[in-house]
């Protein structure tokens, strides 16, 4: 696992394992202050995962889950007899990823999710992205990161659109399968924003021309966005998978540009979600008690955004502006 590696400083020990981290995370405001760190004998995957599996009093996840992922052998690394058990194993029953340094010595590290290269995307789906798409449908934000080295499996898992064969369909597609299957389009709204980030400078993926988008701050509620990207209305799983496409194409295109088949800038999807709630006021007494009159209920908006961020080869990440 190509983040752990870089972690260690350690590449010199056999082949690389090939493999990517997932970073799950939904903002919940009710969740506990994050516990502390685990044992050293056993390292988290990063810091930011110490609040990994735990759960507040309504068994709501923690804000921070990595995962990790580790993708099947490829043709070249079969024709060389690469061996990744030379230097990683994965076990996956106590969620724990062996590096090993050398014969006699290995670090240990434990993560949310441990998934071995037999996972199917839609286990990986599942486990990984639906509890945080099932928040962004109750009103949370919430995001997916993929992070590892060139060709490790971050867009397989993340981007897959499953055209040849539907058992592939990546982490968006099921995502916005999911999310259109709970919403009412009646009366809520989907809309889409795929954006690129590269050397410090967003760049509109369904409208290549808006290269330079400026990010605003919402100095009173901290919320961040993005006035000048492209907002496309989705209203069915097709005119996603074109619009997919479409950003697929020019991402593909400005990587050409910059020399490169893989992909040097962050792909930033970002779907925002707008669901009408009926709302009830319940009248209070003098005593404070709820009383059974009602007021005649009147509509609110609830909006929460779903963000999956497809992040540049960990190798190249100090050169594409975002640390
Ligand atoms: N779990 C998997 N099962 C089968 N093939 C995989 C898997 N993960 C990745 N691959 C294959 O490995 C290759 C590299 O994957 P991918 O392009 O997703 O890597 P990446 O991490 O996004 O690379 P980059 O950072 O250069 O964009 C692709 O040919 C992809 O189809």
Not at 156 to 167: I, K, N, P, S, Y
Request: net charge neutral; aromatic share 4%; with cysteine.
């Amino acid at each position: 696992m190509s983040s752990v590696a870089h972690r260690n400083g350690n590449h010199k020990v056999g082949p690389r394992p090939q493999g990517s981290a997932l970073k799950a995370s939904s903002f919940k405001s009710r969740l506990p202050p994050s516990p502390s760190p685990s044992p050293a004998a056993v390292r988290r995957s990063s810091p930011a995962s110490l609040c990994g599996p735990v759960k507040d009093p309504d068994g709501v996840p923690g804000r921070v889950r990595v995962a990790v992922r580790l993708r099947p052998r490829n043709a070249e690394e079969m024709v060389a007899d690469a061996d990744f058990a030379d230097c990683v194993e994965l076990l996956p029953e106590v969620k724990r990823l062996k590096l090993r340094k050398n014969n006699w010595d290995a670090d240990t590290y434990e993560f949310d999710e441990v998934l071995t290269e037999y996972a199917s995307q839609k286990r990986v789906y599942e486990v990984v992205a639906k509890p945080v798409v099932e928040s962004v449908l109750d009103g949370y934000n919430g995001t997916v990161m993929a992070y590892g080295q060139t060709g490790t499996g971050k867009t397989f898992t993340l981007g897959r659109l499953g055209d040849e064969d539907t058992a592939h369909r990546g982490i968006m597609v099921r995502a916005m399968e999911d999310i259109l299957a709970d919403v009412d389009l009646g009366s809520d709204s989907v809309t889409v924003s795929y954006l690129q980030l590269y050397m410090e400078a967003i760049q509109d993926l369904l409208d290549p021309a808006n290269d330079n988008i400026s990010i605003v701050e919402d100095p009173k509620t901290g919320d961040v966005s993005l006035p000048g990207a492209t907002l496309v209305d989705i209203r069915d799983q097709q005119s996603f998978l074109e619009l997919l496409r479409l950003g697929e194409a020019h991402r593909i295109a400005a990587n050409t540009k910059l020399n490169t088949e893989s992909s040097r800038s962050h792909a930033i999807l970002m779907v925002h979600v707008r669901r009408s709630i009926a709302g009830e006021d319940n009248l209070s007494n003098e005593n404070g008690n709820t009383s059974h009159l009602v007021k005649p209920s009147r509509p609110l908006v609830r909006k929460s955004k779903l963000v999956v961020v497809d992040l540049a080869g960990s190798e190249r990440i100090h050169k594409s502006g975002l640390y």
